[in-house]
């Protein structure tokens, strides 16, 4: 067995036990069993990247860690701490893919994708800043600014994939769906009467954001050694 390999089984058991715990209606152990995953996936990203953890990519992981924190403390401060930790996750991962300087060229072709997705994402952002419980309307302009650099480094990642159509922008691609996702239900879970459903979503999206987000890390960084070793 590989030695990146027992991380990510505890992840996917934590990712398991999660759903079971959700679906039972048993906050307490899921609890427990969120508080596995981002140590979890951390590792396997540390073992699988040869022990090494850019300055950048670390702090993803400790606001990633934060946020979790403040989710399953559920204290008073629990909701604007979670935003603000996330949004300074998605700030992060935007100043990646803008270093990355890949030009985007868009064809003909790519014209009516690219702009559906554009529609789409601007549609999202309305509609659902637009269900902001009364909690969340005191931080109106967080929660806007928040969904804003969402939906832009939705856009990066939408783009490239329509355009580039790589596995690296499938998997951008694909944790930028968990994101979006896990937000949205986020603010369902906080707007609608409790629902196990929409906890169970909002659980799963975000558990797999992070396993898509270190996937990322982990195929940008065997790009960079590539160009180092063609260099």
């Known amino acids: 067995m590989k ?9 996917f058991l934590a990712l398991l036990l999660t759903i079971i715990f959700d679906w039972a209606e048993q906050d307490f152990l899921a609890i427990y069993a969120k508080a596995i995953v981002l140590p979890a996936i951390f590792f396997y990203f540390f073992i699988s990247n040869e022990s090494k953890v850019g300055k950048t990519e670390a702090l993803v992981f400790l606001f990633c860690f934060v946020g979790q924190v403040f989710d399953l403390m559920d204290v008073e401060v629990s909701e604007i701490g979670g935003v603000l930790s ?4 998605y700030l992060l991962l935007l100043k990646i ?4 300087r890949e030009k985007v060229k868009l064809s003909k072709k790519d014209i009516l994708p690219v702009s559906i997705v554009v529609i789409f994402i ?5 509609s659902v800043l637009s269900l902001q419980s009364d909690n969340m309307k005191k931080y109106n302009a967080l929660y806007t600014f928040y969904g804003i650099v969402l ?4 856009y990066f990642c939408f783009v490239r ?10 998997i951008m691609s694909l944790m930028a769906v968990c994101y979006i996702f896990s937000d949205i239900f986020y603010i369902f879970n906080e707007y609608f009467s409790h629902s196990v459903v ?12 992070y396993y898509f987000m270190v996937e990322y890390f982990l195929e940008r960084a065997k790009a960079q ?7």
Do not use: C, W
């Open 161 to 170: 994939y329509i355009t580039k159509g790589t596995h690296i922008a499938l």
């Open 122 to 126: 601007v549609y999202l952002l309305v």
């Open 97 to 100: 893919f803008i270093q990355e």
């Open 198 to 209: 929409l906890v169970l979503i909002r659980d799963v999206t975000q558990i797999l954001a």
């Open 225 to 231: 050694r590539k160009v180092l070793y063609n260099d």
């Open 3 to 11: 030695a990146n390999k027992p991380s990510l089984i505890l992840y």
């Open 86 to 89: 996330f949004l300074v996750v």
């Open 151 to 154: 939906s832009v480094m939705s």
